[in-house]
């Protein structure tokens, strides 16, 4: 798609003042925010209105928004009681009668009962005062239906609106209203025959209020032999620990104090992972009654908009192609095409990832009307056609197979056109790149160039080739310049929040880095599941999805999967407060990421008596009085209480506003009131100078302000994307992603958690997204290097799940698995040790445990037994193979050694020295050869250590099993335990010889020296034995020279 048929490429600096325009520049047609509507409390529907027009309330005495369907089920299968106050229901005109009813002392019929003669109407000051204070004078909250607090309402307190709805029948004629319900009453006994269609109506809506997810426990037949294993396992370890410290090694006791360390430290790392395992769950959705709810035949859909963001910083290691289907997954997403923004952060300002965007928006208005017309999975045409299944399966329609050649034909020219992109993009011009136009190309120095932003179809882009609205797609580079700190991937992803709320608002947003694609086309909707739950939606600052992969070989021999992770871990943490944020494949709540604590429900006060004296109230009260004071000090976190004020008083409800307005807003309210508002130099502070991304900020549930002018929009995004946008704001300290560590995912999650927001695991049955792994050594044992280093820096900083957050909302379970997240990397430290301690034991003869007797050897054998036992139950309850879990321990140990290793080194020289470790990008695999890469070879340092404990470990067995037979029958008891810890030792690193030694049996000559040159050292040092020459038994008789 070239640029002249799509919206102009914007690049400006707001710091200069300069905005430029290339090419044509059309005005997208922004999306309007949605209308404020009632919605039910309980199954999270719209509350309808009643025959002559006028809202239904269920409940008479507190208003609690309940819709008339739930009103019927409450009052027929449920307690017939408000959720609220606990009134009992009274019966409405034209319910059925239940049980009960008759015992009010009131006998009515349906005339008496919808005809009473009500109270005269107030005034409006009469509402006004009413609305804000309850009836002994003191000031309550009022209860907002699109809000995010629950206020308790006493006595007959209502809202407005159910005053409307009691003051309704001042000028109304009593005769119409007999007449209307008598023709009613006859239109429903003429038309009996439409019982069937209306009970089968009925039906449906019974099944769409029903919940959207359910949570599937673990069957207790396999999580209760878990945890007692885990406990006797914990019992075990002291009893293990009380021998091992009372009986050292006297004639090894250096070998033995290093060996008791390292264990007590792999203790505590066991306890980190494991309780937070304790309560494993599942989640299932039901995606039918997500439509039947939100997607109702005939009615505009109350889908929720989603913004989905892509990251790519360098298309020579990041493959555009690659980049490309991405994209296209998320054009051809199952979901309202209007309700959908696709995000591209090109934070290289590379010209080749624009001319790719373009080509993929061209190549889209064929692609997207072919999946969505047959339904196709995955709808990444790379992998969609690479798939080695029968893809005629299902396939009904005669057209099929045409149309399916005709579109794979099509991709594959769209494939060599990126090709040649990429082929012209190997070499730079002397002068720059220059754009179709002749225009040179803004980012021609990547450490220097404007903002840019370029808008592709949408609403005022190009249609499909079937005439069809498509989703909108944005290129965005933020703009850089010398001398600013732009961190990384958490700054680029910043920025795409500022600009997605300044274009769309979406109030959730998909994060997928480039290499992801959407695998499941249903996977958003999956997620609103959850989002869009009326009661637990409210409190998710995210739903995470696992990873999953293409292209890796079939043994997994570095462990890429991570299963274990992902399949036992993620699902134990799911059951606490939720998983962490893994970076990738995660829908966020808006929300949470600008910093907002989560919506609490006031509780109803406890019931108090006057058996206890005063005082001992207080003792009991007074902490709980105080904590509620800090709260109140927290002010700006808690959005809805400043906000509410300013939106009941101003009537901004759904629309944007002036920061000035706020401002002059102060001069009416009281005291109270204006402690509640935040003044513009307080949301500037927080958010940063932009009234337009103020103000979406405060849009519950996200759109755009009404008669958006789109250039000004336009501008507005190059504003927010400057380099200097950030500076003395809130952002990346307690906005959006934070900065600090090169993992920002962990630190993110991390922050929301702390605030006492919830996260939830989903795992769809076809997985939602599928990734690209590193398979080659080298590169993966890089990838780990950096999550290792992210780990300690987060270690060192203020952000420490040791230290951090103990006033706020964690669990402690939670904590416990955010610590090991962060610690991990130390057990590098006592795992080297460990793995040398077999290797000087045999080298030196002598062993870390001395002589045991039946009772202590009993302790080794049952904690033997109960590791064996934890890791069989765990596989048991988790449904992961023996082979994912024993690739997993292995790879622990590789890079364990290795990676961790030196993160830890390089993380303290980072903090505490200044000596910052650039990184590249880890290489995704674009080979059209089967595991080509897995063989290939890259040298790293990361190798040199894992290599001389092999050597080391291999010698130390030569030299073992030599001395054992020049020494005889008796030195081989002890030899056993030797060379059963160095056994294993090699067996865990086997998979690393195996990558080490290649597909060509060749291993570089730098290795091996190295490695050759370290383990004769340490066996010089330690070795003064010749296991080929019998040891002389008794004293050495020399001659003395002594002539007797």
């Given at each position: 798609m070239d640029?002249?048929?799509?919206t102009?490429?914007v690049?400006?600096?707001?710091?200069?003042?300069?905005?430029?325009?290339?090419?044509n520049?059309?005005?997208?047609?922004?999306?309007?925010?949605?209308a404020?509507?009632?919605?039910?409390?309980?199954?999270?529907?719209e509350?309808?209105?009643?025959?002559n027009?006028?809202?239904?309330?269920?409940c008479l005495?507190c208003?609690f928004?309940?819709c008339q369907?739930?009103?019927?089920y409450?009052?027929?299968?449920?307690?017939?009681?408000?959720?609220?106050?606990?009134t009992?229901?009274?019966?409405?005109k034209?319910?059925?009668?239940v049980?009960?009813?008759?015992?009010d002392?009131?006998e009515?019929d349906?005339?008496?009962e919808e005809?009473?003669i009500?109270?005269?109407?107030k005034?409006?000051?009469?509402?006004?005062?009413?609305?804000?204070?309850?009836?002994?004078?003191e000031?309550?909250?009022p209860?907002?239906p699109?809000?995010?607090?629950l206020s308790?309402?006493?006595?007959?307190?209502?809202?407005?609106?159910?005053?409307?709805?009691?003051?309704?029948?001042?000028?109304?004629?009593?005769?119409?209203?007999?007449?209307?319900?008598?023709e009613?009453?006859?239109q429903?006994?003429?038309?009996?025959?439409?019982d069937?269609?209306?009970?089968?109506d009925?039906?449906l809506?019974a099944?769409?209020?029903?919940?959207?997810?359910?949570?599937?426990p673990?069957?207790s037949?396999?999580?209760n032999p878990?945890?007692?294993?885990?406990?006797?396992?914990?019992?075990?370890?002291?009893f293990?620990?009380?021998?091992r410290i009372?009986t050292?090694?006297?004639d090894a006791?250096?070998l033995w104090?290093t060996?008791v360390?390292?264990?007590i430290w792999f203790?505590?790392?066991?306890i980190?992972?494991?309780?937070?395992?304790w309560?494993?769950i599942?989640r299932?959705?039901?995606l039918?009654?997500?439509?039947?709810r939100?997607?109702?035949?005939g009615e505009?859909?109350?889908l929720?908009?989603?913004?989905?963001?892509?990251?790519?910083?360098?298309?020579?290691?990041?493959?555009p192609?690659?980049?490309a289907?991405?994209?296209?997954?998320?054009?051809?997403?199952?979901y309202?095409?209007?309700?959908?923004s696709?995000?591209v952060?090109?934070?290289?300002?590379?010209?080749?990832?624009?001319?790719?965007?373009?080509?993929?928006a061209?190549?889209?208005r064929?692609?997207?009307?072919?999946?969505?017309?047959h339904?196709?999975?995955?709808?990444?045409?790379?992998?969609?056609?690479?798939?080695?299944?029968d893809?005629?399966?299902?396939?009904?329609?005669?057209?099929f197979?045409?149309?399916?050649r005709?579109?794979?034909r099509e991709y594959?020219?769209f494939?060599?056109?990126i090709?040649?992109?990429?082929a012209?993009?190997?070499?730079k011009?002397?002068?720059?790149w220059?754009?179709?136009?002749?225009?040179?190309?803004p980012?021609n120095?990547?450490r220097?160039h404007?903002?840019?932003?370029?808008?592709?179809l949408?609403?005022?882009g190009?249609?499909?080739?079937?005439?069809k609205?498509?989703p909108?797609?944005v290129?965005?580079s933020?703009?850089?310049r010398?001398?600013?700190q732009?961190h990384?991937?958490?700054?680029?992803?910043?920025?795409?929040?500022?600009v997605?709320a300044?274009?769309?608002n979406?109030?959730f947003?998909?994060?997928?880095?480039?290499?992801?694609?959407?695998?499941?086309?249903k996977?958003v909707?999956?997620?609103m599941?959850?989002?869009?739950?009326?009661?637990?939606?409210k409190?998710?600052?995210?739903?995470q999805?696992?990873q999953?992969?293409?292209g890796?070989?079939?043994?997994?021999r570095?462990a890429?999967?991570n299963?274990?992770?992902f399949?036992?871990?993620m699902?134990?943490?799911?059951g606490?407060?939720?998983?962490?944020?893994?970076?990738?494949g995660c829908?966020?709540?808006r929300?949470?990421l600008?910093?907002y604590?989560?919506?609490k429900?006031?509780?109803r006060?406890?019931?108090?008596?006057?058996?206890?004296?005063?005082?001992?109230c207080?003792?009991?009260?007074?902490?709980?009085?105080?904590?509620a004071?800090?709260?109140?000090k927290?002010g700006?976190l808690?959005k809805?209480?400043?906000?509410?004020?300013?939106?009941?008083k101003?009537?901004?409800?759904k629309?944007?506003f002036?920061?000035?307005?706020?401002?002059?807003?102060?001069?009416?309210?009281?005291e109270l009131?204006?402690?509640?508002?935040?003044?513009?130099?307080?949301?500037?502070k927080?958010?940063?100078?932009?009234p337009?991304?103020?103000?979406s900020?405060?849009?519950?549930?996200?759109?755009?302000?009404?008669?958006?002018?789109s250039a000004a929009?336009?501008?507005?995004?190059i504003?927010?994307?400057?380099?200097g946008?950030?500076e003395?704001t809130?952002?990346?300290?307690e906005?959006?992603?934070?900065y600090?560590?090169v993992?920002?995912?962990?630190?993110?999650?991390f922050?929301?958690h702390?605030?006492?927001?919830?996260?939830?695991?989903c795992i769809?049955?076809?997985p939602?997204?599928?990734g690209?792994?590193?398979?080659?050594?080298?590169?993966?044992l890089?990838?780990?290097?950096r999550w290792a280093l992210g780990?300690?820096?987060?270690?060192m900083?203020?952000?420490c799940?040791?230290?951090?957050?103990y006033g706020?909302n964690?669990?402690?379970l939670?904590?416990f698995?955010?610590?090991?997240?962060?610690?991990?990397?130390f057990?590098s430290i006592?795992l080297?040790?460990?793995c040398t301690?077999?290797?000087?034991c045999l080298?030196t003869g002598k062993f870390?445990?001395?002589?045991i007797?039946?009772?202590a050897?009993?302790?080794f054998?049952?904690l033997?037994?109960?590791?064996i036992?934890?890791g069989?139950?765990?596989?048991?309850?988790?449904?992961?193979?023996?082979?994912?879990w024993w690739?997993?321990?292995?790879?622990?140990?590789?890079?364990?050694?290795s990676a961790?290793?030196f993160a830890v080194?390089q993380?303290?020289?980072?903090?505490?020295g200044?000596?910052?470790?650039?990184f590249t990008?880890?290489a995704?695999?674009a080979d059209d050869s089967?595991f080509g890469?897995?063989?290939?070879?890259?040298?790293?340092?990361?190798?040199?250590?894992?290599t001389?404990?092999?050597?080391?470990n291999?010698?130390?067995?030569?030299?073992g099993v030599?001395?054992?037979?020049?020494?005889g029958?008796?030195?081989?008891g002890?030899?056993?335990?030797?060379?059963?810890?160095?056994f294993?030792?090699?067996v865990?690193?086997?998979?690393f010889l195996k990558g080490?030694m290649?597909?060509?049996?060749?291993?570089p000559?730098i290795v091996?020296?190295?490695?050759?040159l370290?383990?004769?050292?340490?066996s010089?040092?330690?070795?003064r034995?010749?296991?080929?020459?019998?040891?002389?038994?008794?004293?050495?008789?020399?001659?003395?020279?002594v002539e007797?």
């Amino acid at each position: 798609m070239d640029s002249e048929s799509a919206t102009g490429l914007v690049a400006g600096s707001h710091w200069r003042n300069e905005l430029h325009v290339m090419h044509n520049h059309q005005e997208p047609k922004m999306q309007k925010s949605r209308a404020n509507t009632r919605l039910c409390r309980v199954c999270g529907d719209e509350i309808g209105l009643r025959d002559n027009g006028d809202p239904f309330a269920a409940c008479l005495e507190c208003g609690f928004p309940v819709c008339q369907p739930c009103y019927e089920y409450e009052r027929r299968e449920g307690n017939q009681a408000c959720p609220q106050c606990n009134t009992r229901y009274k019966r409405h005109k034209g319910c059925p009668r239940v049980e009960g009813d008759d015992d009010d002392g009131v006998e009515m019929d349906d005339f008496e009962e919808e005809f009473q003669i009500k109270s005269p109407k107030k005034s409006p000051d009469d509402h006004q005062r009413f609305d804000a204070n309850s009836e002994n004078g003191e000031r309550v909250q009022p209860w907002r239906p699109s809000g995010h607090t629950l206020s308790s309402f006493a006595g007959s307190i209502v809202g407005k609106d159910l005053e409307m709805e009691r003051d309704m029948e001042g000028n109304i004629e009593w005769k119409d209203r007999v007449e209307k319900w008598k023709e009613r009453k006859g239109q429903i006994n003429k038309d009996g025959g439409n019982d069937e269609d209306n009970y089968e109506d009925d039906m449906l809506m019974a099944e769409a209020r029903q919940p959207l997810w359910r949570k599937v426990p673990i069957p207790s037949s396999r999580i209760n032999p878990y945890r007692i294993v885990i406990v006797l396992r914990l019992a075990i370890l002291v009893f293990f620990f009380r021998f091992r410290i009372t009986t050292p090694a006297t004639d090894a006791y250096a070998l033995w104090l290093t060996s008791v360390i390292c264990e007590i430290w792999f203790a505590l790392s066991w306890i980190l992972d494991q309780f937070p395992k304790w309560f494993p769950i599942t989640r299932e959705t039901y995606l039918d009654r997500l439509a039947m709810r939100f997607e109702r035949e005939g009615e505009p859909t109350r889908l929720t908009p989603v913004d989905v963001f892509v990251s790519t910083v360098d298309p020579l290691k990041e493959p555009p192609i690659i980049t490309a289907n991405t994209v296209l997954s998320i054009l051809s997403v199952d979901y309202p095409v209007d309700k959908v923004s696709c995000y591209v952060s090109d934070d290289g300002a590379s010209m080749l990832t624009f001319d790719t965007m373009s080509e993929t928006a061209e190549f889209a208005r064929r692609w997207v009307p072919f999946c969505k017309k047959h339904s196709i999975e995955p709808r990444a045409p790379e992998f969609y056609f690479s798939q080695k299944i029968d893809y005629l399966k299902d396939k009904v329609q005669p057209t099929f197979v045409k149309e399916r050649r005709a579109m794979k034909r099509e991709y594959e020219e769209f494939k060599v056109r990126i090709n040649a992109l990429v082929a012209k993009a190997q070499k730079k011009p002397e002068e720059g790149w220059v754009m179709q136009d002749g225009t040179p190309w803004p980012g021609n120095n990547t450490r220097d160039h404007p903002g840019m932003i370029q808008v592709y179809l949408g609403s005022a882009g190009a249609l499909d080739v079937e005439g069809k609205e498509l989703p909108r797609l944005v290129y965005v580079s933020r703009e850089k310049r010398p001398g600013y700190q732009h961190h990384k991937k958490a700054g680029a992803m910043n920025a795409l929040v500022r600009v997605s709320a300044v274009l769309t608002n979406a109030p959730f947003i998909l994060n997928l880095d480039c290499d992801h694609y959407i695998n499941n086309s249903k996977a958003v909707r999956e997620a609103m599941c959850f989002l869009m739950d009326p009661q637990l939606g409210k409190k998710l600052c995210y739903v995470q999805f696992p990873q999953r992969f293409d292209g890796i070989d079939r043994h997994d021999r570095y462990a890429n999967r991570n299963v274990v992770f992902f399949d036992i871990n993620m699902k134990g943490l799911d059951g606490i407060q939720g998983p962490v944020y893994v970076g990738t494949g995660c829908v966020f709540n808006r929300e949470a990421l600008y910093g907002y604590d989560p919506p609490k429900s006031d509780k109803r006060p406890k019931m108090t008596c006057d058996c206890w004296p005063s005082w001992f109230c207080c003792c009991c009260c007074g902490r709980r009085k105080s904590n509620a004071k800090k709260g109140e000090k927290k002010g700006f976190l808690h959005k809805r209480s400043s906000k509410a004020v300013v939106e009941s008083k101003k009537g901004y409800t759904k629309r944007g506003f002036d920061l000035e307005d706020i401002e002059e807003g102060l001069e009416g309210y009281d005291e109270l009131e204006k402690s509640s508002l935040m003044s513009q130099k307080n949301f500037e502070k927080r958010f940063g100078q932009s009234p337009v991304f103020i103000a979406s900020t405060l849009m519950e549930e996200g759109g755009l302000p009404q008669g958006s002018n789109s250039a000004a929009l336009i501008k507005e995004a190059i504003h927010v994307i400057s380099c200097g946008y950030e500076e003395k704001t809130e952002w990346g300290k307690e906005i959006g992603w934070i900065y600090g560590s090169v993992t920002e995912d962990i630190l993110t999650g991390f922050k929301m958690h702390c605030r006492g927001w919830k996260s939830v695991y989903c795992i769809p049955d076809r997985p939602a997204f599928k990734g690209s792994a590193p398979i080659n050594l080298s590169d993966r044992l890089h990838q780990v290097l950096r999550w290792a280093l992210g780990s300690v820096e987060i270690f060192m900083s203020r952000h420490c799940p040791l230290w951090y957050g103990y006033g706020g909302n964690l669990k402690w379970l939670e904590r416990f698995a955010y610590t090991n997240t962060i610690v991990y990397p130390f057990t590098s430290i006592p795992l080297l040790a460990y793995c040398t301690i077999p290797a000087i034991c045999l080298l030196t003869g002598k062993f870390i445990i001395p002589t045991i007797d039946n009772i202590a050897s009993i302790w080794f054998l049952a904690l033997f037994l109960s590791i064996i036992a934890t890791g069989i139950l765990e596989l048991r309850w988790s449904g992961v193979s023996i082979q994912d879990w024993w690739r997993n321990e292995q790879f622990w140990v590789i890079g364990g050694v290795s990676a961790h290793l030196f993160a830890v080194f390089q993380g303290l020289l980072k903090v505490l020295g200044g000596v910052d470790t650039n990184f590249t990008v880890t290489a995704k695999a674009a080979d059209d050869s089967d595991f080509g890469e897995l063989y290939l070879f890259k040298w790293t340092t990361l190798l040199i250590p894992p290599t001389t404990l092999i050597i080391l470990n291999m010698v130390g067995v030569v030299a073992g099993v030599s001395d054992a037979i020049n020494n005889g029958y008796g030195s081989w008891g002890p030899l056993f335990g030797k060379l059963f810890f160095s056994f294993w030792v090699i067996v865990h690193l086997y998979p690393f010889l195996k990558g080490l030694m290649g597909r060509q049996n060749r291993t570089p000559t730098i290795v091996v020296l190295w490695s050759i040159l370290l383990a004769s050292i340490f066996s010089l040092v330690w070795v003064r034995i010749d296991p080929f020459l019998p040891r002389q038994q008794g004293p050495v008789l020399k001659q003395c020279g002594v002539e007797c």
